[in-house]
Nanobody, 122 residues
Framework: QVQLAESGGGLVQAGDSLRLSCAAS????????MGWFRQAPGKEREFVAA????????YYTDSVKGRFTISRDNAKNTVYLQMNSLKPEDTAVYYC???????????????WGQGTQVTVSS
């Protein structure tokens, strides 16, 4: 079992940066692939980024490549999403996710956090 808690969301202006954090419970955090998803109002939840347990494999959706960076600190049981050059279309609830399989974490992860709101004003 893994419990996830996101933090770091907020209201920013276009072009600003935010860093989201996701703290995970459990002693086996380092064996899980981690990911971030987002859901904008009236839209389906979509994949944003994922990182393997070692950090050696990283994936992004095309719309955030070059602007967002996912990273993890296994000693702190935490995964991060650094978001730069934010746009109004990045406005969404951002969810942390975990799965033992990196291929699953980009589509149907087993574990989800409660989400944190990110709002980007123009």
């Amino acid at each position: 079992q893994v419990q996830l808690a996101e933090s770091g969301g907020g209201l920013v202006q276009a072009g600003d940066s935010l860093r989201l954090s996701c703290a995970a419970s459990g002693r086996t955090f380092s064996s899980y692939a981690m990911g971030w998803f987002r859901q904008a109002p009236g839209k389906e939840r979509e994949f944003v980024a994922a990182i393997s347990w070692s950090g050696g494999n990283i994936y992004y959706t095309d719309s955030v490549k070059g602007r967002f960076t996912i990273s993890r600190d296994n000693a702190k049981n935490t995964v991060y999403l650094q978001m730069n050059s934010l746009k109004p279309e990045d406005t969404a609830v951002y969810y942390c996710a975990a799965d033992r399989n990196i291929l699953a974490v980009v589509s149907t992860p087993d574990y989800w956090g409660q989400g944190t709101q990110v709002t980007v004003s123009s």
